[in-house]
């Protein structure tokens, strides 16, 4: 997932000017996003909050151009609340991804 981690780097660095304190935050911000709706995912009973949460993560990633989580919340979206599987690999993805280079 290094590959994923770089390039969410360098789709922050465009978007904050190359300066390295706001791609920081930016990042940080991203992670804390992500594991909220994650989380949120965790905690779904219902087709319903399932599906906002997969949204809200696909969107997520489709905004910061990070392309592996932004599949595996399609995944999230096509499955049924709870798929250990699905939220296996998002929290693995999510811990990739809160790597700092």
Known sequence: M??????LDANLAVAAGHDP???????????ESAEH????LSRARCDG????????L???????????????AEEAVDTVPGDPSV???LR???GDLAVEP
């Open 2 to 7: 290094a590959y994923e981690g770089a390039s």
């Open 21 to 31: 304190d706001l791609v920081r935050e930016l990042r940080a911000a991203f992670i």
């Open 37 to 40: 709706q994650i989380d949120l």
């Open 49 to 56: 909050n399932w599906q906002v949460a997969a949204m809200r």
């Open 58 to 72: 696909k969107g997520l990633a489709a905004s910061f151009h990070a392309d592996g989580l932004l599949s595996l």
């Open 87 to 89: 939220l296996r690999r």
């Open 92 to 94: 693995q993805m999510l």
